[in-house]
């Protein structure tokens, strides 16, 4: 048993260099790619959340409570982008 495991190892030794150096930059461009994407999408959900106006309108009252007076419960979300009821101060 130990005279096959030790043929085995000399004969992968030579393919180990090229196979290491394989996985390990595949692994670097693996994360430098995932860095890439969610990057990107942190900016896009940004961008979306810049749009949302409640803050310059005449009825969010900046309270935690209630945030605005007319649509609370879309108050300083997504659903609030198109708010019917908008108006700036």
Not at 49 to 74: D, E, G, S
């Amino acid at each position: 048993m130990l005279s096959f495991l030790s043929f085995l190892i000399h004969g992968i030794q030579p393919f180990l260099i090229p196979i290491c150096f394989v996985v390990a930059w595949s692994m670097i461009i693996l994360v430098f790619l995932n860095l890439w994407i969610v990057t990107k999408n942190t900016v896009k959900t940004a961008k979306k959340m810049h749009q949302i106006p409640c803050h310059k309108c005449q009825f969010f009252t900046n309270n935690y409570r209630l945030k605005c007076t007319v649509n609370p419960y879309i108050a300083n979300t997504e659903e609030a982008i198109n708010c019917k009821d908008y108006q700036a101060n």
